[in-house]
Structures are given as structure tokens and as C-alpha cells.
């Protein structure tokens, strides 16, 4: 089953002898060289836009249906979008007031996840417009938020500020998926993001840590009822100070925030290790038949500081697998979540955090 975030630390696939052949057929030596180390973005743009252009020409609607029906990456979702619907509508509902709702577009820039984590570009699906199409929303919402950040940080009245993002939103994976019932190459997420200064002590992960657990567990129990068990694994990825600020502010206040919800600490992975800082969270639900499953994921990332060249600038990012959720458990959630969020929604539709407008 899909995971939310592939953590192995997987490089490109060796194509030199693919290259190789496509050069000498081609009769340009060093024809990937040339692409993508002697021709301007801009330009190399131009070029496969003019590439497709001239392509398209040759294709006929009975190619295009042949492709649609066996391109692993076009074929319809598995997921009930009614089902999907209550679960979104229950979030958008209770997502706290300093949280602000945003729609991303379909694609991000070039490289927005290859620069920021240690995963390959051939995880995105590239465009011939020097973007790609967002693989992980979080890594859009950093985006975003660092952009707000630099705003804050250029008057000294925000500096101290936060930023809190929040999106709904459909991912396509590049990477071969290996083909099982209901999973697909493209499935949502919901995710959070927070931005903002560092203030010592962890304090600034710790709370962001707290304010998203609260928010996701709450909304979990919510959809879920109180029969599917949650539990939340907790690594520590920092140095030997960094465990007894973990207990004092997360593990000790943690029964007030979320009882009924155990935290128990994990041993931390390379993988993780690579793609996070500090703290890493998992999220898991015991189902009927397939045992403990994960559902999402959260953690504090060095990517405000790499985005805004500022090692004082913190990020903390959450999520949790709308479709894996769905999938699994919508049969059996309890009727308040399912029936309530839906009726919720048409009542606060005005609401300016459930459509919210550009700030």
C-alpha cells in the first residue's frame, strides 16, 4: 500500500547505456550533455515545447484512448469522492482559526522537491515547462510559507512571526508503484505547514508538533469513533539534549492534549534521519483485518532555512494519506464523522477559512 513519503534513499536510475544509444542513434555525441548543461532553461523550454508541437500532430484520438487506458499515471482514483468529501469536510471544519486553507496548483517549480529533501527528481513527474507536478504537498507549502516568511522577516514589526498552511491536495508519483487493488500512482493528502523563527530550546518543533498532533488525532478520532485504536511513534533525531526537551515538552503534557492516544518513542532510520531534523512522528490506526497501519507522518525539516538562507528559520511538516484512510476504514467510520461534516460544510460555507481568499 502507498506510503506518504518514499524515504529510501534512492538516487537516478543508471541510463548510460540508454543515453549512450540514443546519442550514437541520434548522431549528436553528448546529446544529454548538451540539453541539460548547454542550452538556458528558457530555451531548452522552447525546444520541447516545439518537440510536442510537432508530435502531437501525428496523434489521433484512438492513440490518445489506447494511452489513457493503459498510462499508469492518467487512470481514474479508486477512492469514493463522497468518501473523500467527509473526510475533508471534517478537517476544513475544525482546522484551528491560526491555520490558514490554501489551494495549490497542480504543478510546483522545477526541482522543488530534489533541492529540498534527499530524494531523486525521477520521484516527480517533470513537464517540458521547467516544473514538475507536486509529488508532496508539503514541499509546496514550504514554498509558500518561505515565500511569506521573507515578508515577515523584511519588517522587524513580523519578524517574530508564524506562518500555518493547510491543503487538500492531489499527488502524482513518479516512481513505478507496485500494482495492487485500490492503490494508484496519484492519491491526496492533507497537510499542514508551519513556518517560523527559532527560539531556542526545540520550543518552536515542540509546539508546532503539539498544535498539529492535536489537530490531526482530534480529526482522526472524530472520522474513525472511538473502536479504531491510534497511536503515534515518536523518534528522536537529534543530539543526547535533545531527548530530556522532547519529554518535558511533548511526552509529559501529552495525556492532556490527546488521552487516549499512546505516544511511544521509535528508533529513528536512516531515512529518516535524512529527510528530517530534529523529531519524526508516525501515525498509525489498528484496522479490523490488516493490523496496525500507518496513516501519516510529521516532523521538523531544515527547508525554511535552506529556501531563505537563514539557519534561524525553523519548519515543522505534517500529513496524513486522505486516500489510504478512506480506503480502509470509510466502511466502518463512525456515522458522525461521515454524516456530520458534509451538513457542517453547507452551514459555514462563507466561511473564509474553508475558501479562504490571498492574504
Known amino acids: 500500500m502507498q506510503s506518504r513519503r518514499p524515504l529510501s534513499n534512492v538516487g537516478p536510475t543508471p541510463r548510460g547505456p540508454l543515453l549512450q544509444r540514443i546519442a550514437r542513434e541520434a548522431g549528436v555525441p553528448g546529446l544529454a550533455e548538451i540539453l541539460s548543461d548547454r542550452i538556458p532553461p528558457s530555451d531548452l523550454q522552447s525546444l520541447l515545447m516545439e518537440v510536442y508541437s510537432r508530435r502531437s500532430r501525428s496523434r489521433d484520438a484512438q492513440a490518445v484512448l489506447r494511452d489513457y487506458q493503459t498510462n499508469r499515471f492518467v487512470r481514474p482514483g479508486h477512492s469514493s469522492p463522497q468518501d473523500l468529501f467527509a473526510w475533508d469536510a471534517l478537517l476544513w471544519m475544525t482546522l484551528p482559526a491560526d491555520f490558514e486553507g490554501i489551494e495549490l496548483s497542480p504543478v510546483a517549480p522545477f526541482g522543488a522537491v530534489a533541492s529540498l529533501t534527499p530524494l ?14 507536486i509529488s508532496d504537498a508539503t514541499n509546496a507549502l514550504a514554498l509558500e510559507a518561505a515565500t511569506r516568511r521573507a515578508r515577515q522577516l523584511s519588517d522587524p514589526a513580523t519578524r517574530a512571526g508564524r506562518v500555518d498552511l493547510a491543503s487538500s491536495h492531489r499527488m502524482l508519483r513518479a516512481q513505478k508503484i507496485e500494482e495492487a487493488p485500490g492503490v494508484r500512482q496519484h492519491y491526496r493528502l ?4 508551519s513556518a517560523g523563527r527559532d527560539t531556542g530550546e526545540l520550543r518552536f518543533e515542540t509546539e508546532a508538533a503539539r498544535r498539529h498532533l492535536k489537530f490531526l488525532l482530534r480529526a482522526l478520532r472524530q472520522y474513525l469513533g472511538r473502536e479504531v485504536p491510534l497511536r503515534v511513534g515518536l523518534a528522536d533525531l537529534g543530539e543526547p539534549p535533545h531527548r ?7 511526552v509529559e503534557p501529552w495525556g ?7 505516544l511511544d ?10 529527510y528530517y531534523r530534529d523529531l519524526r512522528f508516525h501515525i498509525y490506526a489498528r484496522h479490523s483485518k490488516k493490523g496496525e497501519v500507518q496513516l501519516g507522518d510529521a516532523g521538523s525539516v531544515d527547508w525554511a532555512a535552506k529556501l531563505l538562507n537563514n539557519r534561524k528559520e525553523r519548519m515543522f511538516i505534517s500529513g ?12 466502518m467510520a463512525s ?3 461521515q454524516a456530520q461534516a458534509p451538513r457542517t460544510a453547507h452551514r459555514r460555507a462563507g466561511n473564509s477559512r474553508v475558501h479562504p481568499s490571498p492574504r
Open 120 to 133: 531523486s527528481q525521477d520521484w516527480s513527474v517533470t513537464t517540458s515547462r521547467n516544473t514538475e507536478v
Open 190 to 193: 492533507f497537510a499542514l505547514c
Open 244 to 250: 530530556a526537551l522532547l519529554e518535558r515538552d511533548l
Open 256 to 262: 492532556e492534549d490527546l488521552p487516549g492516544v499512546p
Open 265 to 274: 518513542w521509535e528508533d529513528p532510520t536512516p531515512e529518516g534521519r535524512a
Open 320 to 331: 496524513v494519506g486522505s486516500e489510504r484512510l478512506v480506503q480502509l476504514f470509510a466502511p
Open 335 to 337: 456515522g458522525a464523522g
